[in-house]
């Protein structure tokens, strides 16, 4: 029976109503990518990593595949997660599967042990207990100065000896080596070996039945392969469950057709209030026959079988994850990323975390090259120096000079935080306590967590897990007490018996609704803070030198990443100039009609992105008082500085690090056009002289076949969220121009001393000629 035919479970459902609305008080932003690739109906496995946000992981894999197909997906839960009250209630209203862990019931073992000389398999002991405390199957684990390393205990011999399976790290010796080196300092100390803990066998003979039974039923599994929750910037390696899952479901019914879908989750900062979150589907993929053939033959065919088809999992998540090889390379790569974006160009979450994906591969591929460890050295001066004038790159294209226009909008910006803090104020100090305990507590419980913990870094992965459940559980008692006060109040106010009792009704009411307000007016005024930073450091006495300096450093370490990125991306990507991101486009239509106090210019249908109404109102008053020229009328803010500035950027909705998304709009009518002239229309963010010289930069190899896109043949391949997707069929090729109006080559072809008026200018009569005046075939 397939998964969309399944009986209605109100408890998963009204779980996911539950859900939803607390993660999209959470987040402020989650965007799904390649939801397409969901299968509708069959079994399938979703198997997600990386697992950087311990119980939200779970809740944002289900409610996207619930928005978009209605399926109910059961996850494997941690059986000691489950024991904990609200966890384990809500783990058991949305079916989840206990599984137990041999390390959630390890034991501290008694005295220390020892590598034997001759034997690296063979474990000696100094005042251990090996009899009663092991047995053939259990494992033995190692403390944290040896990367926690683990083995199969095999035969216990006496007390103080018994044999494991394989030798500590695995055939290559390295943990051998380091046990060894490890135990030498001790005994130098005076301590004859290393302590340890015990881990008993699991049998995880019923949780796999249950796994069959559902997946045979058509039913959706859930899984995170790496295990626990972590805060590393890498995948860990892979249990092999998932593997044994899906090819002993179909070895016990070859009927069952079990299909893998890798998710990747990906987050800016996950664990902020208030952060973004993209969960991108990959391409299903089906389990060959040829292994599940081998898994049937049981034995070391079984495990050759578990093992290629693991590989294969792991290579589908490395499709939809970003993976760094530590913080570092992280950091280094979101900053040639927003490098390489120039000023007027707006990418969605799901183009943000496509590009970082690219950009790491590249680094990866290039890292040693000469040119890129200069390039790194440069970018990492650059980010120091922003530090030190206290600025962020989104911000340095935007700095302007000292003038009574900058003073004008930094007293105006002033103004409007007064106003969102007055509004703000009362959720905010209505909500103080309970913000204090979730901070107090979750800082708490990651210290302890890391304490546990055998992959944690700062252990910030279960941070978010802990002020959600935190708030939770202190808002209602929170309210109620309020309530209570507020009744007080009125008895000692002689209020009538009407009103004593409607009091606590109506302010049990009524909070939620105040908090939310709170919550939305404060978003907008942290977002104003943030941009007054450049204001402030533009009219301090003896900074307009650094501000130049720093954006002429921008400006051409913008020019050496694409540059840079020209020059190689060829020779890592055959097809790179045809699905290279150019000039992002997102997922949908630009807004119609003028923005003003309710609409927002995005691509989420003039609302923000959880489809919550009202964003940055002020950003109407803001752009018709500020905007001190004509092309204010279309659409040009004064957030982005002066008059002369072309892109549109910098209002206070894009002052965060991170990207939004907006519409696809590519070069429209360039600022020194005539409003009245032929193909006038309305300026989008995407529309700027640097996107001009960004394709003037850009190695485009003519197409032979290049057409005008009205007549253009189309292309095997899908468009989601502003970056295509090969179908699979037919050759792939180029779209013929980047806006459906100019041709790649044409903007190419541009002379890079040519006048911009003149050059844009002659572009746009072309672009109106061709609109209005088709060739006739």
């Keep these: 029976m397939s998964s969309s035919k399944h009986p209605y479970k109100f408890g998963y459902d009204a779980s996911i109503l539950f859900w939803r609305l607390i993660v999209n008080v959470f987040f402020r932003e989650i965007r799904p990518r390649g939801a397409f690739n969901i299968p509708r109906d069959g079994p399938v496995i979703f198997v997600a990593a990386p697992h950087n946000n311990q119980f939200l992981d779970p809740l944002l894999l289900a409610l996207q595949v619930h928005k978009e197909t209605y399926r109910h997906v059961q996850f494997l839960t941690a059986a000691k997660s489950m024991k904990r009250k609200a966890v384990g209630f809500f783990s058991r209203l949305m079916d989840s599967i206990p599984v137990a862990r041999a390390a959630d019931d390890a034991k501290t073992g008694t005295g220390r042990v020892y590598l034997s000389d001759d034997d690296p398999c063979l474990v000696l002991g100094d005042g251990t207990r090996f009899l009663s405390e092991f047995k053939p199957r259990m494992q033995i684990m190692l403390p944290k100065s040896v990367n926690y390393c683990l083995a199969e205990v095999i035969e216990v011999v006496s007390d103080t000896e018994l044999k494991i399976k394989r030798e500590f ?118 389990v060959p026959d040829e292994f599940v053939e081998m898994f049937k033959q049981g034995g070391q065919q079984k495990r050759e079988a ?207 609704f105040m908090n939310y307000a709170a919550l939305k007016f404060g978003e907008a005024g942290m977002d104003v803070l943030k941009s007054l930073r450049p204001l402030i450091v533009a009219l301090v006495p003896g900074q307009q030198r650094s501000l130049q300096q720093v954006k002429s450093i921008r400006e051409h370490l913008a020019n050496e990443v694409a540059g840079v990125i020209n020059d190689l991306g060829p020779q890592l990507y055959e097809d790179f100039n045809q699905w290279r991101i150019l000039v992002p486009s997102a997922s949908a239509p630009p807004s119609t009609g003028t923005p003003g106090l309710w609409r927002r210019k995005s691509s989420v249908g003039a609302v923000d992105a959880q489809g919550l109404g009202l964003t940055h109102p002020m950003t109407w008053i803001d752009e018709r008082l500020f905007g001190w020229s004509r092309s204010a009328r279309r659409g040009t803010s004064a957030w982005a500085g002066a008059h002369d500035e072309l892109s549109r950027a910098g209002t206070p909705d894009d002052s965060e690090e991170e990207d939004a998304g907006d519409y696809d709009n590519v070069i429209g009518v360039i600022s020194g056009h005539d409003d009245s002239g032929p193909g006038s229309r309305s300026r989008s963010r995407t529309s700027s002289y640097a996107d001009l010289q960004r394709l003037r930069f850009s190695a485009v190899s003519p197409i032979s076949s290049t057409q005008p896109s009205n007549n253009s043949v189309a292309s095997p391949s899908v468009e989601l969220d502003g970056l295509k997707f090969h179908t699979g069929q037919g050759h792939r090729e180029r779209r013929p121009s980047l806006s459906d ?16 008026v003149e050059a844009t200018g002659t572009i746009n009569e072309e672009m109106w000629q061709a609109k209005n005046h088709p060739k006739a075939e």
């Design 169 to 286: 790290g695995g055939e290559s010796g390295k943990g051998t080596a380091r046990i060894r080196e490890k135990i030498s300092e001790l005994q130098a100390e005076g301590c004859k070996g290393l302590e340890f803990k015990t881990l008993p066998y699991v049998d995880q003979k019923d949780m796999y039945k249950y796994v069959y039974e559902s997946l045979k039923k058509g039913g959706s599994i859930g899984i995170f392969p790496e295990g626990g929750s972590h805060d590393r910037t890498d995948l860990l390696p892979l249990k092999a469950g998932v593997s044994i899952m899906a090819l002993g479901a179909m070895a016990n019914d070859p009927s069952c057709r079990v299909k893998i879908v890798p998710v990747g989750m990906s987050y800016f900062h996950a664990h902020r209030f208030r952060s973004r979150a993209v969960v991108e589907f990959g391409s299903a993929m089906d």
């Design 306 to 512: 578990v093992s290629k088809f693991l590989d294969l999992i792991y290579d589908a998540l490395k499709t939809v994850t970003v993976r760094a090889p530590d913080y570092d390379t992280l950091m280094l790569i979101q900053a040639v990323r927003r490098l390489y974006k120039t000023p007027g160009q707006h990418l969605t979450l799901g183009q943000v975390v496509e590009l970082n994906r690219r950009l790491l591969e590249g680094y990866t591929h290039f890292k040693d090259e000469p040119r890129v460890v200069r390039l790194r050295e440069d970018v990492l001066k650059y980010n120091r120096l922003l530090r030190d004038l206290g600025l962020r790159d989104h911000q340095v294209p935007r700095a302007q000079k000292a003038s009574w226009k900058a003073l004008g909008l930094l007293t105006y910006r002033i103004g409007l935080l007064a106003v969102w803090t007055i509004l703000a104020l009362p959720g905010t100090i209505l909500n103080g306590p309970m913000f204090i305990l979730a901070s107090i507590i979750s800082r708490k419980k990651a210290k302890e967590a890391l304490a546990a913990s055998t992959v944690k870094i700062a252990a910030k992965d279960v941070v978010a897990t802990w002020k959600v459940l935190i708030s939770l559980g202190i808002t209602p008692v929170l309210y109620c007490f309020y309530a209570l006060l507020a009744t007080l109040v009125a008895i000692r106010a002689n209020a009538s018996l009407k009103w004593r009792v409607m009091t606590p009704l109506l302010v049990l009411m009524m909070l939620p």
């Design 741 to 756: 109006d100019v041709p790649v080559r044409r903007l190419a072809a541009v002379d890079r001393q040519e006048h911009f």
